[in-house]
């Protein structure tokens, strides 16, 4: 047999239900039957004391008590000589001792007394006298339907009770199995669900049902508000599983590119150095392009990790910074390596706290890009501005415009709007996702809105001053 603690909670519910109700039924029964025997105890005491008062005029007149029910016993006693001594009467018992010592008693005052008499069973006995002093009349009545009374309710309560318990046993365990049925659906619904491969698969399942009382209703709830959050956390790690996983294809490639190109070089650099002596420098530059392509490849995904633990690790050194001449600085470094594309800046002053290196960053990455990605002769134009305790930046271009489809992941790591590998058009493909990154750990947002003939990236700072 299982221990206590291991039944099923309805059936631990129902034999509780029991005990408590058992516990209830004992009380009430204790207290009925002693109510019922104290009430006929004083029932039978006034009867006896009402006829004791009837047959005073009898018993000091005619030394005779005439008016008795024939069950009961009576015995006058007088004083004789000095003592008391019984008279002669029909309804005596055979046996007077008990009558005997209540009579003595009674000279100090009436009195009741519950006595066995021999051969006779349990009499109730009152002794009164008639005559102060001189004359005693002893009563008894016998107790017999009192106790017959007495054992019927206790018989009838036992009876009635256990068939209320078992009543209540039963039909409180049908009760509770029946209200318990929506968390055996929840039981099933979690074994249903540990059943399952959650590694590539959504987890649909859900508590159906309704019913069962509020406290049911809100753990219904609840259950299924857990399932809806563990679905949209395991949905959400797929995802960035499956990031994690381009990501590293896309670094692997992006890093054996110019590490290929370094071999290749070298082995060149090494023939000319034997052969061919002119060509040696030639070599060396080519070794010198790819190592600093290399080396801004390893820059950004260096930053991106460092911005991804910016908790343990702060990449960035605030301090009072003015966005027009961070601006202007990127303004001018962008009209001497592209001079064939026009750039016009509109640069309010907008003064505020921030990594200044790392915005300059952010408007290189954003100039270049429109850069490479429009024809020449495209125009361009920077604009800085305040709106409230804002700082906007507008980096907008003429050119032909990315695709819908391309610009909800625009800002992925080595994401391409071409979708090549190639190098005609652009970088790694890191430019955008170290912008957005930046701009994030400053507080702020960036996005974008872009159709044919018009592309816009808006950046929106908090502008924290010094204190």
Same mark, same amino acid.
């Given at each position: 047999?299982?221990?206590?603690?291991?039944? @099923?909670?309805?059936?631990?519910?129902?034999?509780?239900?029991?005990?408590?109700?058992?516990?209830?039924?004992?009380i009430?029964?204790?207290?009925?039957?002693?109510?019922?025997?104290?009430?006929?105890?004083?029932?039978? !005491?006034? %009867?006896?004391?009402? *006829?004791?008062?009837?047959?005073? +005029? &009898?018993?000091?007149? #005619?030394?005779?008590? $005439?008016?008795?029910?024939?069950?009961?016993?009576?015995?006058? #006693?007088?004083?004789?000589?000095?003592?008391?001594?019984? %008279?002669?009467g029909?309804?005596?018992?055979?046996? @007077?001792?008990?009558? !005997?010592? =209540?009579?003595?008693?009674?000279?100090?005052?009436?009195?009741?007394?519950?006595?066995?008499?021999?051969?006779?069973?349990?009499?109730?006995?009152?002794?009164? %006298?008639?005559?102060?002093?001189?004359v005693?009349?002893?009563?008894?009545?016998?107790?017999?339907?009192r106790?017959?009374?007495?054992?019927?309710? =206790?018989?009838? $309560?036992?009876?009635?009770?256990?068939?209320?318990?078992?009543?209540l046993?039963?039909?409180?365990?049908?009760?509770i @199995?029946?209200?318990?049925?929506?968390?055996?659906?929840?039981?099933?619904?979690?074994?249903?669900?540990? *059943? /399952?491969?959650?590694?590539?698969?959504?987890?649909?399942?859900?508590?159906?049902?309704?019913?069962?009382?509020?406290?049911?209703?809100?753990?219904?709830?609840?259950f299924?508000?857990?399932?809806?959050?563990? !679905?949209? $956390?395991?949905?959400?790690?797929?995802?960035?599983?499956? @990031?994690?996983?381009?990501?590293?294809?896309?670094?692997?490639?992006?890093?054996?590119?110019?590490?290929?190109?370094?071999r290749? #070089?070298?082995?060149?650099?090494? +023939?000319?150095?034997?052969?061919?002596?002119?060509?040696?420098?030639? /070599?060396?530059?080519?070794?010198?392009?790819?190592? *600093?392509r290399?080396?801004?490849?390893?820059?950004?995904?260096?930053?991106?990790?460092?911005?991804?633990?910016?908790? $343990? &690790?702060?990449p960035?050194?605030?301090?009072?910074?003015?966005?027009a001449?961070?601006?202007?600085?990127?303004?001018?470094?962008?009209r001497?390596?592209?001079?064939?594309?026009?750039?016009?800046v509109?640069?309010?002053?907008?003064t505020?706290?921030?990594?200044?290196?790392?915005?300059?960053?952010v408007?290189?990455?954003?100039?270049?890009?429109?850069?490479v990605?429009?024809?020449?002769?495209?125009?361009?134009?920077?604009?800085?501005?305040?709106?409230?305790?804002?700082?906007?930046?507008?980096?907008?271009?003429?050119?032909?415009?990315?695709?819908?489809?391309? %610009?909800?992941?625009?800002?992925?790591?080595? +994401?391409?709007?071409?979708?090549?590998?190639?190098?005609?058009?652009?970088?790694?493909?890191?430019?955008?996702?170290?912008?957005?990154?930046?701009?994030?750990?400053?507080?702020?947002? =960036?996005?974008?809105?872009?159709?044919?003939?018009?592309?816009?990236?808006?950046?929106?700072?908090?502008?924290?001053?010094?204190?």
């Amino acid at each position: 047999m299982k221990p206590v603690g291991q039944w @099923r909670l309805g059936t631990r519910l129902a034999l509780g239900l029991g005990a408590l109700a058992l516990t209830v039924f004992v009380i009430v029964g204790w207290v009925m039957v002693t109510s019922m025997k104290d009430f006929l105890d004083r029932r039978l !005491d006034q %009867q006896m004391e009402i *006829s004791q008062k009837g047959a005073a +005029y &009898e018993v000091e007149h #005619y030394d005779k008590v $005439s008016k008795l029910p024939p069950d009961w016993f009576a015995v006058i #006693y007088k004083m004789q000589n000095g003592e008391l001594r019984p %008279q002669p009467g029909e309804q005596q018992p055979e046996d @007077r001792e008990e009558f !005997d010592a =209540i009579a003595k008693k009674a000279l100090n005052g009436d009195l009741f007394e519950t006595e066995y008499l021999r051969g006779d069973g349990k009499f109730r006995l009152r002794a009164c %006298q008639i005559v102060q002093g001189e004359v005693v009349l002893v009563s008894a009545a016998p107790m017999n339907d009192r106790d017959g009374t007495i054992s019927q309710l =206790i018989t009838v $309560s036992v009876i009635a009770f256990l068939a209320a318990l078992v009543a209540l046993v039963v039909g409180g365990q049908a009760l509770i @199995r029946k209200g318990m049925q929506p968390l055996s659906h929840m039981a099933d619904t979690a074994h249903d669900i540990s *059943s /399952h491969d959650l590694t590539d698969s959504a987890l649909a399942a859900r508590v159906e049902g309704k019913g069962g009382g509020v406290e049911v209703e809100e753990l219904r709830e609840a259950f299924n508000n857990m399932l809806a959050h563990i !679905d949209s $956390s395991l949905a959400a790690r797929t995802a960035a599983e499956q @990031r994690l996983r381009r990501f590293i294809a896309d670094a692997s490639h992006e890093l054996r590119t110019p590490l290929t190109s370094l071999r290749g #070089y070298a082995d060149l650099f090494r +023939y000319a150095a034997a052969n061919e002596p002119g060509e040696r420098e030639k /070599h060396l530059e080519k070794l010198r392009s790819e190592a *600093s392509r290399m080396s801004v490849l390893l820059d950004d995904l260096l930053l991106l990790a460092r911005l991804d633990s910016a908790e $343990s &690790e702060p990449p960035l050194r605030p301090e009072e910074t003015n966005l027009a001449m961070i601006a202007e600085a990127a303004a001018d470094a962008f009209r001497a390596v592209r001079p064939s594309h026009s750039l016009e800046v509109d640069a309010d002053t907008v003064t505020m706290r921030a990594d200044a290196t790392r915005l300059r960053q952010v408007l290189d990455n954003l100039l270049t890009n429109a850069a490479v990605h429009t024809p020449a002769g495209t125009s361009v134009s920077l604009r800085v501005r305040s709106e409230n305790n804002w700082a906007v930046v507008q980096v907008s271009d003429t050119g032909p415009g990315i695709p819908e489809a391309d %610009q909800a992941r625009i800002f992925d790591r080595f +994401y391409r709007v071409d979708n090549s590998r190639t190098r005609q058009r652009g970088g790694s493909g890191l430019g955008l996702a170290v912008v957005q990154s930046l701009v994030e750990a400053h507080g702020g947002t =960036i996005t974008l809105t872009s159709h044919p003939g018009s592309t816009t990236f808006t950046i929106r700072l908090p502008r924290r001053l010094l204190d």
